[in-house]
């Protein structure tokens, strides 16, 4: 287990050796949130690195990764426990055909850890060999306000109450990082617990460094076009503008292909590896490309 970073630069240097290059600024709100032990809330468009800080963060510290995927009509028994009634019925059916069904001690056995299914809260909650986990609670906009209102109890006092067994209660606080795509807004009450920041598109200069690190065989100059194209279909008026999540994925189709430098015709082939709808895909094809890659050439001639 390695010990929590002290300082900013301490925390980017954490997180690039797991190759995720993080700037200053986030750099100082995940060192604030290690320091302070305050959830962290990061909100941003889909694929721009919000899930892989977490998991990164939980690999450079050598801790557990507890992730609890958001969706829509998830509720509290999903989100920490479920009993396990299977087994449950088991033990009753052998209790009474045994002939030794005592009603309140089967009672209490069976509503013990014995039968406990847990899940992403109560395990997050639970002492860990490594040291508090790290809880990654994504996409939580996919839930619905009654969730939000649930979560309160386990970000403000990082305890959960089962009525069978009563509250349950973190020795030591899991590292929270709650992820946002925003598609819809998420209640004030929820992000006055957590420090807040706004995951971006990187710069030309980040994202290359990004992109090197994460796809460190392709040439310099491709990585270049790849970024430089990336970022101008960003510009575009597309549905779903590609992040750098689809940046890396395309640099390493184009290396599986043993391209060395992007054409319109390597681009119509591997779009899909960029674009996730149709229309995109369909207004990007044939003289679109040819444009927007000789608009990218001279940009990159001229910087």
């Given at each position: 287990?390695?010990?929590i970073?002290?300082?900013i630069?301490?925390?980017?240097?954490?997180?690039a050796?797991e190759?995720y290059?993080c700037?200053?600024?986030?750099?100082?709100?995940?060192?604030?949130?290690?320091k302070?032990?305050?959830?962290?809330?990061?909100?941003?468009?889909?694929g721009?690195?919000?899930?892989?800080?977490?998991?990164?963060?939980?690999?450079?510290?050598g801790r557990?990764?507890?992730?609890?995927?958001?969706?829509?009509?998830?509720?509290?028994?999903?989100?920490?426990?479920?009993?396990?009634?299977?087994?449950?019925?088991?033990?009753?059916?052998?209790?009474?055909?045994?002939?030794?069904?005592?009603r309140e001690?089967?009672?209490?056995e069976?509503?013990?850890?014995?039968y406990?299914?847990?899940?992403p809260l109560?395990?997050?909650?639970?002492?860990?060999?490594g040291?508090?986990?790290?809880?990654l609670?994504?996409?939580?906009?996919?839930?619905?306000?009654?969730?939000?209102?649930?979560?309160l109890e386990?970000?403000?006092?990082f305890?959960?109450?089962i009525?069978?067994?009563?509250?349950?209660?973190?020795?030591?606080p899991?590292i929270?990082?709650?992820?946002?795509n925003r598609?819809?807004?998420v209640?004030?009450?929820l992000k006055r617990?957590?420090?807040?920041h706004w995951?971006d598109?990187?710069?030309?200069?980040?994202?290359?460094?990004?992109?090197?690190?994460?796809?460190?065989e392709?040439?310099?100059?491709?990585?270049?076009e790849?970024v430089?194209?990336?970022?101008?279909?960003?510009?575009e008026?597309l549905?779903?503008?590609?992040?750098?999540?689809?940046?890396?994925d395309?640099a390493?189709?184009?290396?599986?292909?043993d391209?060395?430098?992007l054409t319109?015709?390597v681009?119509?082939d591997t779009?899909?590896?960029?674009?996730?709808?149709?229309?995109d895909?369909?207004?990007?094809q044939?003289?679109e490309?040819?444009?927007?890659?000789e608009?990218?050439?001279?940009?990159?001639?001229t910087?």
């Open positions: 287990m390695t010990e970073p002290a300082s630069d301490a925390v980017q240097s954490l997180l050796g190759d290059v700037g200053r600024p986030l750099a100082t709100v995940v060192f604030l949130a290690l302070l032990g305050r959830p962290l809330f990061l909100e941003g468009e889909a721009t690195g919000k899930t892989e800080i977490a998991k990164a963060l939980a690999m450079a510290l557990r990764l507890i992730r609890l995927q958001c969706y829509e009509g998830l509720d509290a028994a999903s989100a920490v426990c479920d009993w396990n009634f299977a087994a449950q019925m088991i033990a009753i059916r052998t209790a009474e055909a045994g002939g030794t069904a005592n001690a089967l009672e209490s069976l509503f013990s850890e014995r406990l299914i847990a899940r109560l395990e997050a909650m639970r002492p860990q060999s040291g508090p986990p790290v809880l609670i994504d996409e939580i906009d996919r839930t619905d306000e009654p969730f939000e209102a649930f979560l386990a970000l403000s006092d305890q959960v109450t009525p069978e067994l009563g509250t349950i209660r973190a020795p030591e899991p929270v990082i709650l992820t946002s598609t819809r807004e209640h004030d009450a617990r957590c420090l807040y995951v598109y990187p710069s030309f200069a980040r994202e290359t460094e990004i992109l090197h690190a994460r796809a460190p392709a040439a310099e100059a491709l990585s270049r790849v430089a194209f990336v970022q101008r279909l960003r510009s008026d549905f779903k503008r590609p992040g750098v999540a689809e940046t890396i395309w390493k189709c184009l290396l599986a292909l391209v060395i430098d319109p015709e681009i119509a779009l899909g590896a960029l674009l996730k709808y149709q229309d895909i369909a207004r990007i044939g003289e490309a040819k444009r927007l890659l608009e990218v050439r001279r940009e990159l001639a910087a």
